[in-house]
């Protein structure tokens, strides 16, 4: 799986398919029981108050709950580790951060078997936002400081592994079941007329 932007962090999948249906062009399936895209050693996303933003196009089967993106010092999706985006246990659209304890969003529920945009962004002085199909959902949560690892961190998709035990919020943590496309992660923060434009490509 590989990385389109210039640093070349590529993924590997496990237990994946891939579709010709995807929302642009192709996309993975993500079916079993354990599948997962997971990429590793990332320096910024591991870096306390840093700037992130990741965007990912979701056509679930499922949504009671279920792991859409998971971070963790550890490959195994234990250490510091964080569900960052997933469904709750009513099929909510669940985002969480961290600030010595989680700062979370609960958007709204999601359709199965639909194409659904979704947008996380964080910086120091906005906090945290939720994107649904290009707009943003709610109110930020206001001005925080992300405590992250302090070190590499590793980014699984579909699934948090052995990480069950972290830190939630809102998120029902388990696997994803159903097909992704045009995940990306930036070291900064969106803006909505960035979200918008990935929203609609």
């Known amino acids: 799986l590989l990385d389109s932007g210039t640093l070349g962090i590529n993924g590997t999948g496990i237990t994946i398919g891939y579709s010709t249906s995807g929302r642009v062009n192709n996309c993975l399936s993500l079916l079993s029981n354990l599948s997962y895209v997971q990429a590793t050693n990332l320096v910024l996303l591991g870096t306390v108050g840093q700037p992130y933003s990741f965007s990912i196009w979701i056509k679930p089967n499922t949504v009671v709950g279920g792991t859409i993106v998971h971070v963790s010092s550890k490959t195994t999706g234990l250490g510091w580790c ?43 002085s906005d906090g945290l936002r939720l994107y649904v199909n290009g707009a943003q959902y709610g109110s930020a949560s206001g001005s925080y400081i992300y405590q992250a690892a302090g070190t590499t961190v590793s980014l ?43 929203a609609n490509p």
Do not use: K
């Open 156 to 198: 699984l998709i579909g699934s948090s592994r052995s990480g069950l035990a972290c830190s939630s919020g809102v998120i029902t943590m388990g696997q994803y079941n159903g097909y992704i496309d045009e995940f990306e992660l930036y070291s900064r923060e969106l803006s909505p007329a960035n979200v918008y434009s990935l």
């Open 82 to 124: 964080l569900p960052m985006l997933g469904f709750t246990s009513s099929g909510n659209v669940g985002v969480q951060s961290w600030n010595s304890s989680s700062v979370s969003i609960a958007g709204p529920v999601t359709t199965t078997n639909v194409w659904t945009h979704l947008a996380v962004t964080y910086g120091p």
